[in-house]
């Protein structure tokens, strides 16, 4: 959703401005903009890509060492050159950029309104920057103290960067419940929503609190008070990202670099956390909460989209292998349904960004009806990270093709850390079992690999199929998320219709769409109720249907029926949606290749959805 991105010091800013605007364009936005000040602020905006606006201001004067960027994903008011940011005040004094919503702005408009000030936007941010200058010119106050009183009457969210040309040197930055991080440089300073832009200049970086006000003056210290006027002192972090995970490193895109990525990641979520050797498990973070875990009355896990699915693995497993109860639930409908919590509950919350506005205000609600919150969020400091009680990370590394892929399996591994542990501490399985599971954990990143080198067949079966308009994907058991993840896929970044359902559904419904242009992805490896799928790929069979089947290597009775199957390695069955799970993300996105669809910016989504 909207970036940001801010610089002051003594460097050029435009550049690093749009350098910082281009690493942010994997968030989703439909149009962006540019103020520089140089004695005057001037500012300039497209409709479009973050390239449109690099066009556009190739023969302007950007001379200027302060400045600030924007790049914005549509709420109040049409995708247009007007409504982008940054936005001026009426005297042209001051320009602000925003992420968020301020919820009151129409009432705050229809003051300024009666009080002479004229809109040219239709934005809840031109009103908030007037609310600003209203307040600098009546009460006669320094403008850092004007943000300060107007950020006081303003309900609803955001993240804003100030500049003014009276104070040339000088940006103001403010956050409530959307983030902003600031990079501390020699005598300088970056502002960005995430750490992407900032990464290539600096790795000491200040995570803004809710609430919190910085003024960041170039060759001076950063200054914070909150909106209450308390002084607080930076907190200042490294940043643990390279520059080269935010590059393509020789791929076409993000989303196959991730792909690709995942024996690193999924062995970097494990990493300190498993050595099957001892048999020991341990996930620092969450330690002190192990036994708020096993007395939990139940679990109750919560997150939304990929990582509602990464959830739905987490039920199976903890359930499977800890035999503690659990529900998951969309944090979207949590959050609004009234549901049933108590002290006893523990709640765990999945996010990759920890950013989504719907598992914020579900975890602000199990928080206030006295639940424990644990986290699983790839971003670290996010809002999500913050708002916990204690959580794991799960270093999957920065995302940045929007379809989630080496976020998914890395929460999926975290979860089966934690299902591991529990289970250690309650005894649910018997120690040979438990060091077996242990082994067979700890060789997945050469599974995955081993996955990874299909050699073309998906890219094949791609061809086959990338001009039907329908799929249906398929599972049972602990497959049947997979299922449910592998059509997301599928259906976001080709735009083919998609959907998945646990096999044995099939029959209530969906059979009826099946025929010979019905494509039907199986997950059917030889564990589990093996032989249950078998016959349901037999009903797709007898119908005409096509099936494309994942299936355990070697095996020889889904291969006489499939019209394709791909092979995965033989493993535990709790460990299959890893490894089934890589081969739809590869189909999902040969597919969307070969319909020259927008892979890692797919159209209408965004990565990390900040508003509900
Ligand atoms: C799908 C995808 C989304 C996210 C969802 C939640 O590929 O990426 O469905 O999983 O928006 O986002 P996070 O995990 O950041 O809370």
């Given at each position: ?21 281009q ?54 008011g ?11 005040s ?9 992420n ?22 239709d ?7 007037n ?62 929503s995430d ?6 200049y600096?790795k000491?970086v ?12 170039r ?23 390279n520059l ?12 196959m ?10 062995r ?32 109750i ?5 990929t ?14 292998i ?12 949590f ?6 919590i108590t ?27 006295g ?32 379809a989630?892929?080496?976020a998914f ?31 067979e ?6 599974k ?23 799929f ?25 219709h998609?959907e ?14 099946i ?14 109720i ?35 199957v791909?092979?995965?390695p ?12 890589i ?30």
């Open positions: 959703m909207c970036g940001i991105v801010a610089y002051v010091g003594y460097k050029k800013a435009h550049p690093i401005l749009i350098k910082g605007l690493r942010l364009e994997y968030r989703g936005y439909d149009s962006a903009g540019i103020s520089v000040l140089n004695g005057k602020i001037s500012t300039f905006k497209t409709k479009g890509k973050v390239a449109e606006l690099e066009n556009y201001i190739k023969s302007k004067d950007l001379d200027g060492q302060a400045g600030i960027a924007h790049t914005r994903w549509a709420t109040h049409e995708p247009n050159q007007v409504n982008a940011h940054p936005h001026f009426q005297s042209k004094s001051i320009s602000i950029i925003h968020g919503i301020i919820e009151n702005y129409a009432v705050l408009k229809e003051e300024l309104v009666s009080r002479g000030y004229v809109f040219e936007s934005t809840d941010t031109e009103v908030l920057v609310l600003i200058e209203d307040i600098r010119i009546n009460e006669k106050v320094l403008l850092d103290e004007a943000v300060r009183i107007a950020l006081c009457q303003v309900v609803g969210a955001y993240a804003i960067v100030i500049l003014s040309d009276e104070h040339p040197n000088t940006l103001i930055a403010a956050r409530k419940g959307s983030p902003l991080v600031i990079g501390i440089g020699d005598d300088d300073y970056y502002i960005a750490a992407t832009p900032i990464v290539e600096t000491n200040v995570y803004l609190e809710d609430e919190e006000i910085a003024v960041l003056t060759g001076e210290e950063l200054k914070i008070r909150t909106t209450k006027n308390k002084e607080k002192t930076p907190y200042v972090q490294q940043l643990e990202w080269s995970e935010l590059e393509k490193g020789g791929y076409d895109h993000f989303m670099k991730e792909i690709y990525e995942q024996p690193r990641s999924i970097d979520s494990m990493r300190g956390r498993l050595n099957p050797v001892t048999g020991n498990v341990s996930l620092g973070g969450i330690i002190d909460y192990e036994q708020k875990l096993l007395t939990a009355k139940r679990i896990i919560i997150a939304c989209g990582s509602w699915h990464a959830g739905l693995v987490g039920e199976y497993l903890f359930e499977d800890a035999r503690i109860p659990v529900e998951v639930e969309y944090a979207s409908e959050r609004y349904r009234n549901p049933i002290e006893e509950d523990v709640v765990i919350a999945i996010s990759q960004s920890g950013e989504t506005a719907d598992t914020l205000a579900a975890i602000e609600l199990a928080k206030q009806k639940a424990t919150i644990i986290g699983i969020c790839n971003v670290v400091g996010s809002s999500i990270a913050r708002a916990t009680h204690a959580g794991s990370y799960t270093h999957a590394g920065p995302e940045i093709g929007v989630s892929t080496k399996t890395a929460q999926v591994t975290v979860l089966t850390l934690m299902a591991l542990r529990l289970a250690q501490l309650n005894g649910a399985i018997p120690k040979t079992r438990f060091m077996q599971l242990l082994h954990l700890d060789s997945l990143p050469e995955v690999e081993e996955v990874l080198n299909t050699n073309g067949l998906t890219e094949h079966i791609a061809k086959k199929y990338k001009d039907v308009n329908n249906l994907y398929l599972g049972r058991g602990y497959n049947f998320p997979v299922a449910l993840e592998g059509a997301l896929k599928l259906k976001e970044i080709s735009y083919i998609a998945g359902y646990p096999a044995a559904e099939m029959k209530h419904g969906p059979i009826a769409l025929d010979e242009n019905m494509p039907v992805v199986f997950i059917a490896p030889q564990l589990g093996y032989e249950k799928v078998v016959s349901n790929i037999q009903e797709v069979k007898a119908r005409k249907g096509n099936v494309i089947a994942i299936v355990t290597e070697g095996d020889t009775i889904v291969r006489n029926m499939a019209d394709y791909i092979e995965i033989k493993t535990e069955e709790y460990l299959v949606p890893i490894l089934a799970s081969p739809l993300q590869k189909l999902a996105y040969h597919i969307a290749v070969l319909r020259n669809c927008n892979v890692d910016m797919p159209r209408n989504l965004a990565k990390s959805v900040t508003v509900e």
